[in-house]
């Protein structure tokens, strides 16, 4: 039901007590706002030009019509008011007027630029949602008091006839709205109307309308994803022929989508015509639009399988055609075998046909729930008094709303569920009595909220030949290898490039057999009046290399697919002229895109020359053609950035087919470095449809639950890993953010031991399959005795990765990319590093052989993950490097970030070592010289380890912090990383280079200068070299460290030339991994499914 329990919750239970069935609201229907739509600029700047809340928009739905008395009611009642007004005036197909006919004589030089009165579609969410707009006189459809309340706009209630005089008691009730009263014959009056809006749009009524509606649409939007969270499988969705049932349906198909959903929205071609162009781009692999075709009756063609304009005599044949496409439906359901249909209360019949093929169906109300109550006690209960006072109407009223044609939908169907599009914030008594009525569950869904190209020597002639042309100056004209002209329509395209005027390649073929010399099949003297503006090939011609060149502006394509996206692929703009098979489609598609006009034909699908030539001009030299070609240029980059996405849209379906049984339990290492893409890679596959638990000690999940938006608070679940009590180990140091280094190996030994609690957490949660971390191989061991398959992820990079591994393995021999060379002080480190902990290069091949996820890129690691593989024969997964979200609410920092807004672009220099590693006193001392040596502005995240904590003061130099003035900050304690290297003042980062660390530098585009400690960060530093991101601070042959040479590096990349190449270099690398980053995902998501997928069989 479309409709909330805030709103209607009395009405909803009454609905569920009287009919005993499952009510469910869906939310209120609303529109997306569209801001880009050209045809309606000059009367959204004249509306620009009007004081705040000082206009009434007046309106009154698609199919609604005022009779001559009612509409110079109106006319005259707008007049007498004074107030700026937008209004309406539709008139029934067929039945098209003059305006200014139809308006009282003289109406519109009379109200001048007070007003403007259109008889056309106007963007109405887009004026509600205008500052100037300050009340809406309609006609109380639910679709449209539901948008006037989600743009916080009071409504001046004129219903007529149906459900429209309760939807008005009902927002009357609610206090958002002041109704026109009608006398005794049900008749308006000017005056009447006219001192309503004055008090709506200047009087005290307004203020207090004005401040319930705004209250109530944030109640409702802040509500808004839960209810809808409350809808259910995958479906198709059945929608009545009605704009305003199409809207509701389209509103919540756009919700479910965002939940993983894959939906079929099936309606008539006309229709679905409108609908196409209200679908953004990125629902095109989850919102599929399915035609039903009605059967052919004389008195019905197709332009009226809607109700669109549709003539009030021909609603019942509508109804009837519709019905009579019970065998059409019944074909589509067999061939899609979705998992439930969603139908709408008006087709009940479609709830039949899906019971026949075992398919369940839930129907959807999209109106209110004050609507449905009613409805029901019209039908079920007409002696009875309706509850709610508020909702009263009059008996002409009440016959208007033909309720006996609901007679039998009411409470039809074996589920006893029923969606309502509203909520909860202005429905809840209804929703409740909806329920109470029909004791079914009602759920509210919440309203709904509307390559290379080689030369070729045969080519040349032709190609010189462009290169004498203007940019965007010439057309290519080809209509494929298997499409051929008519004599007829050659000729029209041959005048249409004449009568143009612009420079043109033409490349005309012909069936084999039917070979014609050109001159012959083109009109005569043809060739000789274009001369040099054109050629004319009946041979093959290089399109990539024609679409690629700067001279070329437009393409005449028929739009076959690959022409196309060649097309698209190269940045010019199509003038379609499909033929047959998916051309017409294809042709469809890319006008919806904005990259192409189509050629207009006539009723018997001829083409004309005039058309032809006018809408070249218009591409090639016109207007249509600048917006046209940024447009394609700009579709252009992102089908680039994405390339590798078209292969994975087939495998996301699978992905969100399989929501809800892709249990993951995620097992981090208990340090922040690991934790931290842990839980990147969580909200990834939760926003692909994994349920994710993500399992720590409780420690760590007090700093992680602050770290995971509330968008996932159903989608990802943190579990509690108790540790065994150990003395040296109290539960604080259960982490090693701080933890003493010599307790590190107790750390990893008291994991060890929890392999118990780690094995009962498996046992209650049963996932389908776990990732754990590489540090933890004892975890997939523990996962096998219970048969769930589990895959390793390495949370460093792949250079590091096959150095440790040819290190342990391949003693002796030199690793085979120069780029990562370390001096033997480091190579010591890794000895001892392997010495102390011989389990440690186990680790590296222990566990499931055929897969292993990678915190990294091909773009920035191809070779090393490629070494990887060569090195261990496993399957690596990059699954993209980590990277952090950007909080930008955090009030504790504001003191700091502040400070940071007085400093010049890139000229301050972040410095952090992490949450685990220690300056000694000695390099803490040359840091510091080397911050003041340099002069550059800088912030400095000074830490300590837990249990030694000192004054900075007399942990720095003496006098540091005077000396350094307002020049520096040094703090001892959390700092905002993600948000200072997003700072334009941030210009350098000098890091430890721990993964993650090096990643969200090149993430937010910041320089590095390496000062690597030991572990991996000493080769993720050759890597960020190797990359051209970052520069190394030289040590000396002890490991030493020195001011000078700290503060020369820093000089170097803030304020010199090295800084200004390094930071183009990173801005590059952090476009192409964000480009890149839910390509690399949704492989890793597929990988992951297959594994769950193995987990479900097995069980």
């Known amino acids: 039901m479309c409709t909330s329990r805030i709103i209607e919750a009395k009405y909803i239970d009454y609905c569920t007590e009287f009919l005993n069935l499952k009510v469910i609201p869906v939310g209120p229907p609303v529109q997306d706002l569209i801001t880009n739509d050209a045809d309606n600029k000059e009367l959204i700047d004249w509306l620009g030009t009007k004081d705040e809340n000082s206009t009434v928009y007046v309106s009154f739905g698609s199919e609604y019509f005022l009779s001559k008395e009612d509409m110079e009611e109106v006319a005259f009642a707008l007049e007498l008011s004074n107030v700026n007004f937008i209004w309406i005036t539709r008139f029934p197909k067929g039945e098209e007027r003059n305006l200014e006919d139809a308006l009282p004589k003289g109406f519109l030089e009379r109200i001048g630029e007070r007003g403007r009165v259109l008889d056309k579609f106007t963007p109405q969410p887009r004026i509600l949602n205008h500052p100037s707009t300050g009340g809406f006189i309609s006609h109380c459809g639910w679709n449209s008091v539901m948008e006037s309340i989600d743009f916080g706009v009071p409504i001046i209630a004129m219903p007529m006839h149906l ?72 479906l198709i969705q059945l929608c009545r022929n009605t704009y305003g049932h199409i809207s509701p349906f389209l509103n919540v198909a756009k919700k479910l989508a965002d939940r993983g959903f894959l939906i079929y929205l099936c309606s008539t071609p006309i229709n679905l015509k409108s609908t196409i162009e209200k679908i953004p781009e990125k629902y095109a692999d989850s919102i599929h639009l399915i035609e039903l075709h009605l059967p052919e009756l004389p008195e019905l063609p197709p332009h009226y399988h809607t109700t669109n304009g549709l003539p009030l005599h021909l609603n019942h044949t509508l109804h009837k055609a519709l019905e009579m496409s019970k065998p059409n439906f019944a074909k589509i359901l067999q061939n899609l075998k979705p998992d439930l249909v969603i139908y709408d209360m008006l087709q009940q019949w479609a709830e039949h046909v899906a019971s026949e093929q075992n398919i369940p169906a839930v129907k959807l109300i999209t109106f209110g729930a004050a609507v449905f109550s009613y409805l029901f006690y019209l039908v079920k209960k007409p002696e009875a008094v309706f509850p709610f006072p508020a909702i009263n109407l009059s008996k002409n009223e009440q016959e208007k709303m033909y309720a006996n044609d609901f007679e039998d939908r009411l409470v039809d169907g074996n589920i006893q569920i029923m969606l309502i599009s509203t909520s909860r914030t202005i429905e809840a008594k209804y929703i409740d009595h909806c329920t109470e009525l029909i004791n079914w569950k009602v759920v509210p869904v919440g309203p709904p909220v509307q390559d290379p190209i080689t030369n070729n020597a045969d080519d040349k002639e032709l190609m010189q030949w462009l290169g004498t042309k203007d940019v965007n100056s010439t057309v290519f004209v080809s209509f494929g290898s298997e499409y051929f002209l008519s004599k007829e329509d050659m000729e029209e395209v041959a005048f249409g490039l004449e009568l143009s005027n612009v420079n043109f390649i033409w490349v005309a073929r012909f069936p084999k057999g039917e070979d014609q010399n050109l001159e012959d099949a083109l009109p005569k003297g043809f060739l000789e009046r274009i001369g040099e503006r054109g050629r004319v090939l009946d041979k093959f011609a290089p399109q990539p290399r024609i679409l690629n060149h700067l001279s070329t502006g437009g393409f005449i394509s028929h739009c076959g697919w690959n022409s196309v996206m060649e097309s698209v692929d190269f940045g010019v703009p199509i003038i379609a002229m499909p033929m047959q098979y998916d051309q017409p489609s294809n042709a469809r598609l890319i006008v919806e895109l904005g990259v192409a006009v189509e050629i207009v034909r006539d009723d018997d699908g001829k083409i004309h020359r005039g058309e032809i030539a006018e809408t070249l001009k218009d591409v090639i030299i016109g207007k249509k053609g600048k917006i046209l070609r940024g447009k394609v240029r700009d579709l252009s980059k992102k089908l680039k950035s994405i390339r590798g996405e078209e292969m994975d849209a ?48 409780r420690i760590n999940l007090e700093s992680i639950i602050k770290k995971i938006p509330e968008k996932y608070a159903d989608s990802i679940h943190l579990i509690e890993l108790q540790l065994p009590e150990l003395p040296e180990l109290p539960p604080h140091y259960h982490t090693t953010n701080g933890l003493p280094p010599h307790l590190n190996p107790t750390l990893h030994k008291a994991l060890k031991m929890s392999k118990p609690n780690f094995s009962r957490i498996l046992q209650n949660l049963k996932p389908d399959l776990l990732i754990y971390d590489v540090l933890q191989p004892w975890a997939e061991h523990v996962a096998n005795e219970q048969n769930i398959p589990a895959g390793k992820l390495l949370t460093s990079c792949a250079a590091v990765f096959s150095y440790f591994f040819s290190f342990r393995k391949n003693p002796g021999v030199e690793f085979p990319f120069p780029a990562i060379h370390l001096p033997e002080v480091e190579k010591v480190k890794i000895r001892e590093i392997l010495a102390k902990e011989p389990e440690e290069g186990g680790r590296l091949d222990e566990g499931n052989k055929q897969m292993m996820l990678m915190c990294t890129s091909r773009t920035i690691e191809a070779k090393y993950i490629d070494y990887c593989t060569e090195l261990c024969n496993w399957k690596v997964v990059p699954v993209g490097p980590p990277f952090q979200d950007l909080i930008t609410n955090d009030a504790d920092n504001k003191e700091l970030i502040d400070w940071l807004g007085t400093k010049h672009e890139n000229s301050t220099v972040f410095v952090s070592f992490g949450s685990e590693y220690f300056l000694s006193k000695e390099d803490m001392e040359e840091v510091a010289f080397a911050l003041e040596l340099s002069n550059v502005n800088f912030i400095w995240v000074a830490r300590f380890p837990k249990g030694e904590e000192r004054n900075l003061e007399d942990a720095l130099p003496k006098g540091f912090l005077e000396r350094i003035g307002e020049r520096g900050r040094v703090l001892d304690k959390f700092a905002p ?53 970052a520069v190394e601070i030289v040590r000396d042959d002890d490991g030493k460290i020195h001011r ?56």
């Open 163 to 234: 459900e429209q005089p309760m939807n008005a008691r009902l927002i009357v009730e609610l206090g958002v709205a002041v109704e026109i009263v009608r006398d005794d014959n049900g008749k308006i009056h000017r005056e009447e109307i006219a001192e309503i809006l004055k008090g709506v749009v200047t009087g005290e009524t307004g203020r207090k309308l004005r401040a319930k509606v705004i209250e109530i649409s944030n109640n409702l939007k802040s509500i808004r994803d839960e209810e809808m969270d409350a809808a259910a499988e995958e």
């Open 650 to 697: 087939a495998a996301e379906v699978l992905i969100q087919l399989c929501k809800k049984s892709n249990g993951v339990l995620m097992f981090p290492w208990l340090a922040y470095g690991h934790i931290s893409p842990f839980l990147n890679i969580a909200k990834q596959l939760a926003d692909r449809g994994f349920l994710i638990y993500l399992c720590s000690t």
């Open 977 to 1029: 990383q993600p948000r200072i290297l997003n700072h334009p003042s941030t210009g350098g980062f000098i890091s430890h280079c721990g993964w993650n660390s090096a990643m969200e530098s090149i993430d937010f585009g910041v320089p590095i200068i390496a000062m690597p400690i030991h572990n991996d960060q000493p080769i993720n530093a050759k890597l960020m070299v190797e990359l051209g991101v």
């Open 1044 to 1099: 000078g040479e700290i503060a020369e590096t820093l000089k170097s990349v803030v304020t010199g030339e090295t800084g200004e190449i390094l930071r183009a270099k990173v801005r590059e690398i952090s476009k192409n991994l964000k480009s890149i980053r839910d390509e690399e995902m949704d492989a890793v998501a597929e990988e992951l499914i297959q594994l769950c997928r193995n987990s479900n069989k097995s069980k």
